[in-house]
T-cell receptor, first 112, second 116 residues
């Protein structure tokens, strides 16, 4: 069953602009992870944020987590054409099970 | 590369064929996963193996049969598939210290399967 849902479904920006993608989920979580997928490739892990963390940074990436609103955001600053990809949030629910449950993703296009 | 290798990259098969997808990881992980990615749908978890034992089977039809002979290799045996099974099949691995509760997944580049 779908847990995370990304918003917007598609985003087009110019190089140098910032891109913000949001993720909402339904049940309490252990952690939330963001992945990137380039066309025709597998998913690449970007950031893992635990339920007791509020913000994490990695290079040009900033992830926030608001467990009271059951939402997370991924900010990519100073975007580049190479950032063009689909971005997925995935959650590990607290209930029993080993699943990492993915949303449908946001497709980001960065034009030069 | 990712450390997780999937073969073949592309596969076209008829509904009466039998074929197998292969996944190999070189990361020293002991958990492996099969996911299905269909157009306009979220990734669907199919199977999870930990230390070569299946720990999760997500109500997958029996025409999909997984096999994990050791912690580095994972297979997905396919037989009598339907056209709606056409999708990208992704293999992933992780350390098994609680699986994705503690560690991210490492994905291969997938096998693009087309069932005709």
């Amino acid at each position: 069953s779908q847990q995370g849902e990304e918003d917007p479904q598609a985003l087009s920006i110019q190089e140098g602009e910032n891109a913000t993608m949001n993720c909402s989920y339904k049940t309490s979580i252990n952690n939330l992870q963001w992945y990137r997928q380039n066309s025709g490739r597998g998913l690449v892990h970007l950031i893992l944020i635990r339920s007791n963390e509020r913000e994490k940074h990695s290079g040009r990436l900033r992830v926030t987590l608001d467990t009271s609103k059951k939402s997370s955001s991924l900010l990519i600053t100073a975007s580049r054409a190479a950032d063009t990809a689909s971005y997925f949030c995935a959650t590990v629910p607290n209930q029993a099970g080993t699943a990492l449950i993915f949303g449908k993703g946001t497709t980001l296009s960065v034009s030069s | 590369e990712t450390g997780v290798t999937q073969t073949p990259r592309h596969l076209v098969m008829g509904m009466t064929n039998k074929k197998s997808l292969k996944c190999e990881q070189h990361l020293g992980h002991n958990a492996m996963y099969w996911y299905k990615q269909s157009a306009k749908k979220p990734l669907e978890l199919m199977f999870v193996y930990s230390l070569e034992e299946r720990v999760e089977n997500n109500s997958v039809p029996s025409r999909f049969s997984p096999e994990c002979p050791n912690s580095s290799h994972l297979f997905l045996h396919l037989h009598t598939l339907q056209p709606e099974d056409s999708a990208l099949y992704l293999c992933a691995s992780s350390p098994w210290t609680g699986g994705p509760k503690n560690s991210p997944l490492h994905f291969g580049n997938g096998t693009r399967l087309t069932v005709t």
